[in-house]
């Protein structure tokens, strides 16, 4: 008889799997629970770190075409294409030079006149450059994975630029990479001001990479199209003065108290390759220290 | 007759890993938004050509790998993945004998049944989708998947993967 017992291949084709749904509750109760602890509580710090870790070469891999075809792009251009570029670089190297010439000299009148009012100096800021691994599979959230982490000192919270203006900031610090979050992202705001009048307001996220959305602007603002938004720097997490829009419509609604204005983010979010990570620390303590520093004692 | 030596793991997870590079490439303009989701249609392969070796603790897993390298909640491609895998392991008697084209529209339900989980579970973490469009990579899955099979199929055939 035992000389006729199936293989476990052939008795899978004949014989039902009584537990099998049996095993579906539990594999879906299990990753109920995982997804829930992961969500609320954060607690899956270690679980994330091994796995980003074994995923981690399979992202260099994905980039692998993408490189070789940037890497033949920078290699394989002609005499004339080089030496029209570098002629471009020349004449915007030049023209950044006289402009930073203002810019040191401004620099140093604005840190002498912070010090006669015994406020916060602003600490020369440290950047990071990373460059871009991945975007998030679910074309309705912003969120980006970046080639630096923990292991290069990345902390949750640090603000991302790129040369334009704001991108957005790290949300989740893993060994060797970080996701950050766009400010487009339909779950994200920042504290902005309009550059020319200094009103202050949020930019709100649409989900949509050309759009953010000014809320709580009341009718008889003055608002113009093209008005230039920078970063307020309340709420500690970005530092002041960045530019991340510019007014792209203003519509006002009799009926509504507030207007409905949409900025357009000056940074490419749609083509980001590398970014820069400001050092927030520095930003962040300081005025705090400042102002218990100078406070008189009783 | 003892049972046949099971061979060709690796196999089995080199063609994950392909699966999860070509995932993972970035694709432009709409024909991003029709790139299917190559690691779910590898697990249904395998789900229906190896049913005692590949199920729903395999799907797990690779879940578990796909949400750690998207950067998505922990759990949430699991849960997709190993509904997939049941869903193939209680039908694969059927699909197998169907020609690729009958079994695309077989793989076109698995897979919608699997961005809508996916995109469900997005939702109640905030991110609910804004249109219809989430579920075009099904239809994009359905339309390479006599591809894929064919392809899959002879590789198991020369490997001799059983």
């Not at chain 1, 080089?82 to 023209?95: D, M």
């Not at chain 2, 080199?14 to 694709?27: D, E, K, N, Q």
């Not at chain 2, 432009?28 to 229906?48: E, N, R």
Request: proline share 7%; net charge positive; hydrophobic share 45%.
């Amino acid at each position: 008889m035992a000389a006729l017992k199936p293989s476990k291949r052939v008795r899978h084709l004949f014989i039902v799997n009584p537990t099998a749904t049996l095993q579906l509750g539990l594999w879906v109760a299990l990753s109920m629970v995982v997804m829930t602890v992961d969500h609320r509580y954060h607690t899956l710090g270690g679980v994330h770190d091994v796995l980003s870790t074994v995923i981690y070469p399979l992202h260099y891999l994905t980039r692998l075409p993408t490189d070789a075809r940037n890497w033949a792009n920078e290699n394989l251009a002609g005499r004339t294409t080089l030496l029209e570029e570098n002629a471009r670089l020349r004449e915007s190297q030049v023209f950044f030079n006289a402009q930073l010439q203002k810019l040191t000299t401004l620099e140093a009148e604005n840190r002498r006149l912070r010090s006669l009012l015994e406020s916060a100096v602003n600490a020369p800021e440290r950047v990071l450059i990373a460059e871009l691994l991945a975007v998030d599979f679910d074309p309705y959230r912003h969120h980006i994975l970046l080639n630096r982490g923990r292991q290069h000192g990345i902390t949750v919270g640090q603000p991302v630029i790129d040369q334009h203006g704001i991108i957005g900031q790290i949300i989740r610090a893993d060994p060797f990479t970080a996701t950050a979050i766009l400010i487009t992202d339909p779950n994200h705001a920042l504290p902005i001001q309009i550059n020319r009048t200094g009103a202050r307001t949020l930019a709100r996220g649409t989900g949509n990479f050309q759009e953010l959305e000014l809320p709580h602007i009341p009718n008889n603002e003055d608002v113009k199209i093209g008005d230039l938004l920078v970063t307020s720097g309340l709420g500690g997490r970005f530092p002041p003065g960045y530019p991340v829009g510019t007014i792209s419509k203003v519509e006002f609604d009799p009926g509504s108290p507030f207007a409905r204005i949409i900025a357009r983010p000056v940074a490419q979010l749609d083509r980001i390759r590398e970014v820069m990570l400001l050092e927030n620390e520095p930003i962040a303590t300081p005025p705090a220290v400042a102002g218990t520093a100078t406070t008189p004692p009783p | 007759m003892t049972s046949v030596q099971s061979t060709g793991g690796e196999v089995i997870a080199l063609s994950f890993l392909l699966a999860f590079l070509l995932a993972g490439t970035p694709v432009p303009g709409w024909l991003g938004w029709f790139w299917p989701d190559w690691v779910a249609m590898v697990l249904i392969y395998w789900c229906m050509a190896l049913p005692h070796r590949i199920g729903m603790g395999v799907g797990w897993l690779v879940g578990l790998l796909v949400d750690a390298g998207r950067g998505a909640l922990l759990g949430q491609h699991a849960l997709a993945f190993v509904t997939v895998a049941y869903l193939t392991l209680q039908t694969y008697r059927r699909i197998r004998v169907f020609s690729p084209w009958r079994q695309a529209f077989s793989v076109l339900i698995f897979l919608l049944i699997e961005q809508v989980l996916v995109f469900w579970i997005s939702g109640v973490i905030g991110y609910p989708p804004r249109d219809g469009w989430y579920l075009a990579p099904a239809v994009g899955g359905m339309v390479l998947w006599p591809l894929l099979f064919v392809v899959l199929r002879d590789t198991r055939r020369y490997f001799q993967v059983n």
